[in-house]
């Protein structure tokens, strides 16, 4: 099989290394790939958002199948358009996707079917946004932007001030765009978070072995968000009661609901989970592989992910086995200095073999370039430098010693990935 995967961070190089195992596979591409990514797969110079030009290039090269990774590619209906050309295509048609592309359709949708989650409140004036925060008075309060923000469109706000601050640069100032147009002010919860993802074809869903993000950039889950710096799998608050109760409350309603609602969904559904006192609620949900999460989880797939992908796609899902290792993995995110604020470009990397990889882990390459037989720093994430072991603690350390080989300047990474709040 021919295949082509879109996007080009840290998901789609787990993502290839996991199909270059299959012995089904005898080309791999990427659009548009990134420099660790072009020593598995040919990378090819088409953006992942350009539907026209990934529907040209899958004729031309007559591709078996496309996997649509991430989320805008997938929002802007780009399985719809390779399905009009008669082109196999892994992800969901933009009916579905619209679940991660707009918080006010999932918020409602989750209200229509009782599926849990936070108390909310949807806006589209400023105003009418602060008078409810006012009158409410709870902090902290959750401030969404309702459309994609790059991970970035959530504001946890501890005072009137910081509301009002969020709002008025999301709803005002338009920093997203308009993913602004509307928001989601929505109840604070606590407890630990949990991302599920899950194999679905509609009829049935196959949820994959469990994950933790840490999100903030500091130690000790400070400082700002990120698109995530590292991540553990198996979660160790997910126990097995825990993902009977999630199956029975979460995964299936959302499945059957999405069925109901006409918007059938193939492909990967993330599922972002709280365990709060009251019981396991949907924080978000994503249409498409987590990133970093696809780093620990894929790693410890034992079936060939092709199998899955095409029984996926051809919706006989039931009876495609789906097979874990019990080995636990890490992988801890090598970033830019600056990141998440802006950060300088074009730094070399030491350390790495002319594959991209370092020996006792597997580099899944976020933000390179290859040029005259070196690695450059070309993204803010960088590198994801993952380990398996018997125990978490074992894939922990083996990713930390292979992380002590790689050098850039300025890199920073976090030194408690899967070590805080277990
Ligand atoms: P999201 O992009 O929706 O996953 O939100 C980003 C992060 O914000 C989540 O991973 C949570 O840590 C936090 N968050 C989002 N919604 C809530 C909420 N209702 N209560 C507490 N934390 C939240
Ligand atoms: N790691 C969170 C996400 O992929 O959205």
Known sequence: MKILVVGGGGREHAIIRKLKESSKVTKLYCAPGNGGISRDAECVNIPALDLDGIVRFSMEKRIDLVFVAPDDPLAAGMVDALEAAGIPAFGPRENAAVIESSKVFSKDFMKRHHIPTADYAVFQDSHQALDYIRTTGKYPTVIKADGLALGKGVVIAASYEEAERAIHSIMEDKIFGSSGNRIVVEEFLTGPEVSVLAFTDGKCLKPMVSSKDHKRVYDGDKGPN??????????????????????????????????????????????????????????????????????????????????????????????????????????????????PGSYPKGLEIAGLDETGQVDGAEVFHAGTIWKDDKFYTNGGRVLGVTATGQSLDEALQKAYAAVEKIHFEGAHYRRDIGKINR
């Open 226 to 339: 990120t698109g995530g710096m590292g991540t553990i799998s198996p979660n160790p608050y997910y126990t097995e009661e825990l993902a009977q109760v999630c199956m029975d409350t979460i995964f299936l309603p959302t499945m059957n609901a999405l069925n109901q609602e006409g918007r059938t969904f193939k492909g990967c559904l993330y599922f972002g989970l709280m365990l709060t006192q009251d019981g396991p609620k949907v924080i978000e949900y994503n249409s498409r592989f987590g990133d970093p999460e696809t780093q620990v989880v894929l790693p410890r797939l034992k079936t060939d992910l092709v199998d899955i992908i095409e029984s996926v796609v051809e919706e006989r899902l039931p009876e495609q086995p789906v097979e874990w290792l019990e080995e636990a993995c890490a992988c801890v995110v090598m970033a830019s200095p600056g990141y």
